[in-house]
């Protein structure tokens, strides 16, 4: 999903950083309401109606995916070998064994809130939840990257050396994104890079981290309805994702999970 403005903010106060966070959260919140429904037998299309009504009705705020760029629902549901972008489907039933990456975004006050963040459907295999685990380490390691004065690439190489080690690739035909009162904004976030290299980050930046890992090879191949994106090989592919604001002397993550320390 990319489609940026111009009337993007680069840099945000500490008071539209804070708007930015109450937007956040309440994108998390969203994360934390659909867990109990992720379970084998139901659709990717149910999920997406208990969120939007949840979106709309609840935390009465704009779910931020619905019509942008032509995209039919809510959430992005994306199972086993879809990378990002999947469409919730009445056809596509979850069984027990597979793992899914939900992804939401919210307006409030003109503000976005971007999360994902993955899931399993019953028990996962041992190959399946050490991917997902290795995704989130992989997060983890570029959000501890972030400081000023630090680069994009240094943030980058720090996720592509943690998902390489482990033996997996990382997605480079998606990535991160600034955002605030637009939704895809300057500066893009990629989640593999060289140290050193890219923009310096400054105090004041607010960007997405979303690494896309994949047990195989890192190609990517996009379905016919424009929006699915799988894995070329069809290996599992898991994601999650964060918003990241620079501060003074390190990083201030806005979408924590109710409980979520960090890592």
Not at 99 to 119: C, E, L
Not at 125 to 148: D, F, N
Request: hydrophobic fraction near 40%.
């Amino acid at each position: 999903m990319r489609k940026k403005k111009d009337n993007a903010i680069l840099i945000k106060t500490p008071a539209q950083i804070e708007e930015a966070r109450v937007a956040a959260k309440l994108a998390a919140d969203v994360l934390t309401m659909i867990a109990p429904h992720v379970q084998g037998g139901v659709s990717t299309e149910y999920l997406d109606k208990i969120c939007h009504e949840f979106i709309v009705d609840e935390l009465k705020v704009i779910p931020a995916n619905v019509g942008y760029g032509g995209f039919p629902a809510s959430i992005c549901t994306s199972v086993n070998e879809v990378i990002c972008h999947g469409i919730p489907s009445a056809k596509r039933i979850l069984r027990d064994g597979d793992i899914i990456n939900i992804d939401v975004a919210v307006i409030k006050d003109g503000w976005h809130g971007d999360t994902s963040r993955m899931y399993y459907v019953g028990q996962p295999s041992k190959q399946a939840e050490r991917l997902v685990k290795t995704t989130y380490q992989s997060m983890w390691a570029g959000i501890r990257a972030v400081k000023p004065g630090a680069t994009l690439g240094d943030v980058g190489h720090a996720i592509q050396k943690l998902a390489e080690e482990a033996g997996y690739s990382v997605v480079r035909d998606y990535c991160g994104h600034g955002i605030g009162l637009v939704y895809h904004e300057e500066p893009e976030v990629r989640h593999y890079g060289r140290p050193g290299a890219g923009m310096v980050l400054q105090p004041g930046m607010l960007f997405t981290i979303e690494p896309m890992i994949n047990a195989g090879k890192p190609q990517s191949r996009q379905m016919p309805d424009g929006w699915t994106v799988v894995t070329a090989d069809r290996s599992l592919s898991a994601q999650w994702e964060h918003m990241v604001a620079v501060t003074e002397t390190g990083f201030d993550v806005l979408s924590l999970a109710p409980g979520e320390a960090g890592h």
